[in-house]
């Protein structure tokens, strides 16, 4: 009883005058998140670019947009071994490298090929950042405040998204509509995915103005040093020895997670990690990166004309950034569990108009001007319900929800499942929505409406708890 009282009273001990300290750690470790989010969508003011440059079909063009995620997959399984070994800042400080490097040869391609290597060097450092971020956040986080917290991650990615829809607008308009359109001696699809250098170097620079975890810090011995952050981010009238005594004692009791602590139970992995596999995998499979990675193509494709479909693209994003507010507002009060209930219901909704918009045929190449404002208005609430929910309660909880021993190896786990599931939709959208673009909503909105049973029987609340009370 005991081990879990103490880190109540710190985050109870928490004043204003240290926590905007802590706020600007956590806002600094989402840095990462935002050139996720930047990385992520970027790439949809390309699209049609790429593929009449290197005149390709809608397979092979997937598979370069898609390509990243496998990177992702990568970089988030082998986040956290990373982490544990050398750290959680120099993690950040490697995944910012590589940001920067996979900008410039984004940018800069010889040739399609090419063009896919950087995509994947982006993408391993995409999965580092997916892992490392709220991982960060949760060590360093008082409990009290550790979902709001923890959230600053999806903000950041809302944030990026909606950024690079708006960087992506603005030169698509000095290219005088034309995503070939000539700047600077390169093409404005060039430009669009080389700006992602300028927040790539800040991530590297404000890892350098951030401390280490205190739980890293502990497990290689510097336990003075963990003491000092600890009061940075908890304050000075907490006791402090007895802090670290109890991460010590829980530290001690555990040894390094790994794959095989995974493994156990009826079907190969625990039920609790594939509790978290379930979150990751629903969250992507009600189709919402389509609306950030092909969403111009798609308006394009019922006949909105490309300066619309890209502002249209930044609308979204913004209101996926409200919708991140509203959840960064109610994730302690109302809890995990609910917000995601809210949100699915809300998603099905969305999705559901969105199917039937689009199962009309166009005329003159446009949506009937009813379905097509269905269609938008749609997308939008399709967007709204996803952010107030799955988009900042699965982040949350996955960097919350496993024991401690197994916390690290299982959130790599869960974060790939999530990079392989978003491949699976990316990859697969564009040859669908040529099939039949009504069907593919049906098959997102089925997927919404399965994640409402998931999580009212697998589902438990971790609102207020601290880590060390994860069973």
Known sequence: MTS????????????????????????????????????????????????????????????????????????????????????RIRCMQIAAALFTVSAVGSALPFALWDLAFWRIVGG?????????????????????????????????????????????????????????????????????????????????????????????????????????????????????DARVAEIESAMNSEHKSTFKDLLGGSFLFKPIVWIGIGLSVFQQFVGINVAFYYSATLWQSVGVDPSESFFYSFTTSIINIVGTVIAMIFVDRIGRKPLALIGSVGMVVGLALEAWAFSYDLVDGKLPATQGWVALIAAHVFVLFFALSWGVVVWVMLGEMFPNRLRAAALGVAASAQWIANWAITASFPSLADWNLSVTYVIYTVFAALSIPFVLKFVKETKGKALEEMG
């Open 4 to 87: 879990t009282a103490q880190p109540r009273a710190g985050a109870r001990g928490a004043q204003p005058d240290h926590l905007s300290h802590v706020i600007f750690i956590a806002a600094a470790a989402a840095m990462g998140g935002f050139l996720f989010g930047y990385d992520s969508a970027v790439i949809n003011g390309a699209v049609e670019a790429i593929r009449h440059r290197y005149d390709i079909g809608s397979t092979a063009l997937a598979q370069v947009i898609a390509v990243a995620l496998i990177g992702c997959a990568v970089g988030a399984a082998t986040a956290g071994r990373i982490a544990d070994r050398i750290g």
């Open 124 to 240: 391993f450092a995409i999965g580092m950042a997916s892992v490392i971020g709220p991982a960060y956040i949760a060590e360093v986080a008082p409990p009290a405040y550790r979902g709001r917290l923890g959230s600053f991650q999806q903000a950041a990615i809302v944030v990026g998204i909606a950024v690079s829809q708006l960087v992506n607008w603005g030169i698509l308009n000095a290219a005088d509509g034309d995503q070939r359109g000539e700047l600077f001696g390169l093409e404005a699809w060039q430009i669009m995915l080389g700006v992602m250098v300028v927040p790539a170097v800040l991530y590297g620079l404000l890892s350098f103005a951030i401390p280490e975890s205190p739980r890293f810090l502990i497990s290689v011995g510097r336990r003075e040093r963990a003491r000092e952050v600890l009061a940075e981010v908890e304050g000075e009238d907490v006791d402090l």
